[in-house]
């Protein structure tokens, strides 16, 4: 392979062209996917590269599995998901689906996170397909990864059948191109408490369902405080505890009406080894010892009911696995961190794939107005995507 300058600053520019293109695709997860997923296709047939679709159970969104190499266990898959998130009441300098480049940054929502990724691995095929690889090189782009992760789930319940089963995972999330083997599980929850309305002046003729709700979170509130005390025993995340929020809380009529529904929204993130239902299991101990008894007094059919909507995995360190070495020595880095966000890296680990997240870009600029990558971590992405192609040839 030629790896002069003018090679580099070739494929850099092809990264960039692929970039432009995969950001003007809105792909909000509220809305499909195809588009660009039938763009690269079309691009992955003009270099001959073999590939799968996979569609969700609606036919609305889809998987994309290519395969750069010989068709066979074992290799490489590089992961990244084409959904962003929505732009909708943030105050953007520029259209969020229009590339601007301006002063070595490239801002465009999922510049960042993490089509900035997705267009290198697309863009630097043609370097994959002269390096004559010895293991495959797998691209796969999911959706689905800012709602639920569980986009690939499709895909990787194929691995070694109809899909050749890989040896390693290389998600690119945005770690500065630093290996992280470890982040936190997620579980989303929607707690409802049905009530008994009645009036205000005559509390034992109903329930308050605010009054329980409220209850229940600050119950929360205070599992959360002893998961602080209990601490981080890694030393590693930040914040070094399993951590509780509730982001949402609504309920009630009117002032004087006892309400009938209150519901809150909340989240559970946990540190690798800690029961991804340990806080639900929590609430619900909570609201059948201490909360429903109270609820029920005066209306029996009062009750409370917990909707799990989200379960993302996480990922546990694999000291000296074949992907966080693989990704170390691509990296030229001798230690691992950890990343504070979750990934689809949890799923694949699940399906017993060694699996890292490694990727161009900071999680600080994700999510934001002028969402931008800089330049330069594309150059760095470039060189680490060369170093695994050599590897693998």
Not at 56 to 76: R, S, Y
Not at 143 to 149: A, F, I, K, V
Not at 234 to 250: K, L, Y
Not at 275 to 303: G, I, M, S, W
Request: charged residues 20%; glycine residues 8%; negative net charge.
């Amino acid at each position: 392979m030629n790896l002069d300058s003018n090679s580099a600053t070739a494929r850099r520019d092809a990264a960039l062209d692929m970039l432009e293109h995969l950001i003007g695709f809105d792909t909000e997860s509220s809305k499909s996917n195809l588009e660009l997923i039938a763009f690269v296709e079309e691009y992955l047939k003009s270099l001959g590269i073999a590939y799968v679709k996979i569609p969700n159970p609606t036919g609305d969104k889809a998987a994309l599995f290519a395969t750069i190499g010989p068709n066979q266990e074992g290799g490489v898959v590089l992961s990244g998901h084409t959904d962003v998130v929505p732009v909708a009441g943030q105050a953007w300098t520029s259209d969020p689906f229009k590339l601007r480049r301006e002063a070595g940054r490239l801002y465009g929502r999922g510049a960042c996170d993490m089509k900035g990724f997705d267009a290198i691995c697309l863009a630097m095929i043609p370097e994959f397909l002269n390096a004559r690889l010895v293991h495959p090189i797998h691209i796969l782009l999911s959706y689905d990864e800012e709602t639920t992760c569980r986009g690939p789930l499709d895909t990787i319940a194929r691995f070694g059948t109809d899909l050749p089963r890989p040896g390693a995972v290389l998600v690119g999330e945005p770690t500065l191109m630093q290996v992280a083997d470890a982040h936190k599980s997620v579980a989303g929850y929607t707690t409802i408490v049905h009530g008994h309305a009645a009036h205000s002046s005559k509390p034992y003729l109903g329930a308050s369902a605010v009054e329980a709700a409220c209850d229940l979170v600050t119950g929360l509130y205070r599992f959360a405080d002893e998961l602080v005390a209990a601490g981080d025993p890694s030393g590693r995340f930040d914040p070094p505890a399993s951590t509780i929020h509730v982001g949402t809380i609504h309920g009630g009529t009117a002032r004087n009406i006892m309400a009938k529904l209150c519901e809150f929204r909340w989240e559970f993130r946990a540190l690798p080894g800690v029961a991804q239902n340990l806080a639900l299991q929590h609430l619900e101990d909570y609201a059948a010892q201490v909360v429903t008894p109270k609820l029920t007094r005066y209306a029996a059919d009062a009750f409370v009911e917990t909707v799990t909507e989200v379960e993302v995995p996480g990922l546990k360190p694999e000291s000296g696995s074949v992907a966080e070495s693989l990704a170390l020595k691509l990296a030229r880095s001798n230690h691992t961190i950890t990343v504070p966000y979750a990934s689809e890296a949890g799923q694949f680990q699940l399906a017993h794939v060694p699996t890292v997240v490694c990727g161009p870009g900071s999680i600080d600029q994700a999510h934001q107005p002028d969402e931008y990558i800089d330049i330069a971590q594309i150059e760095m992405c470039i060189a680490f995507m060369r170093r695994l192609a050599t590897e693998l040839s």
